[in-house]
């Protein structure tokens, strides 16, 4: 079975810092490219990165552009979001999805908040 | 104004057919890019329905039932995910998604509520 699961959310004071991890399962996840997208409380979509299989090509919202950095092992099967100089706005649920949304995890929910 | 434009809210009957738009900013000409369309149900992260960009490009989510399909209408400049045959179950946010290759970047619309009455 085809499954992501994403961990690392929680409550974090502006200007803090949060690394967001996705376990991959049952696909060969290193010939997928892989994206974080995010939703707002009671909001719309709204992708945040995206990052080739190979690594070789990332691309950023601009709104999240400087602070956050996307990676990952395709040797641990693993996404992962670092997000620095976090604000209000960026809280929301974090979602990784493979390619251009086949396949979406739980999500992992981020609280910016003092 | 954004760049993927979708109504905010949609009601029909059970059994009917519901045509949900994403009408795309002028200057973005719908005929060179794939539609992809999401369902979002509360609670529940984003199931992916399927894609379109024409008859012979196109693509249905793994387990979609058919009575969801894609099409466009040039006229308006728009996406179309036509549902068949409502269910109650059908009731969720649909979101419309583009990649915008000038922005190195993908766009959602703006999500439309959908309310089996």
């Known amino acids: 079975e085809v499954q992501l699961v994403e961990s690392g959310g929680g409550l974090v004071q502006p200007g803090g810092s949060l690394r967001l991890s996705c376990a991959a399962s049952g696909f060969t996840f290193s010939s997928y490219d892989m994206n974080w997208v995010r939703q707002a409380p009671g909001k719309g979509l709204e992708w945040v990165s995206y990052i080739s299989s190979s690594n070789y090509t990332i691309y950023y919202a601009d709104s999240v552009r400087g602070r956050f950095t996307i990676s990952r092992d395709n040797a641990r099967n693993s996404l992962y979001l670092q997000m620095n100089s976090l604000r209000a706005e960026d809280t929301a649920v974090y979602y990784c999805?493979?390619?251009?949304?086949?396949?979406w995890g739980q999500g992992t929910l981020v609280t910016v908040s003092s | 104004q954004a760049v993927l434009t979708q109504p905010s809210s949609l009601s029909a009957s059970p059994g009917a057919s519901a045509s949900l738009t994403c009408t795309l900013r002028s200057g973005i000409n719908v005929a060179t890019y794939r539609i992809y369309w999401f369902q979002q149900k509360p609670g529940s992260p984003p199931q992916f329905l399927l894609r379109y960009k024409s008859d012979s490009d196109k693509q249905q989510g793994s387990g979609v039932p058919s009575r969801f399909s894609g099409s466009k209408d040039a006229s308006a400049n728009a996406g179309i995910l036509l549902i068949s045959g409502l269910q109650s179950e059908d009731e969720a946010d649909y979101y419309c998604?583009?990649?915008?290759?000038?922005?190195?970047?993908?766009?959602f619309g703006t999500g439309t509520k959908v309310t089996v009455l």
């Open positions: 999805a493979r390619e251009f949304g086949t396949t």
């Open positions: 998604m583009i990649w915008q290759s000038s922005a190195s970047s993908y766009v």
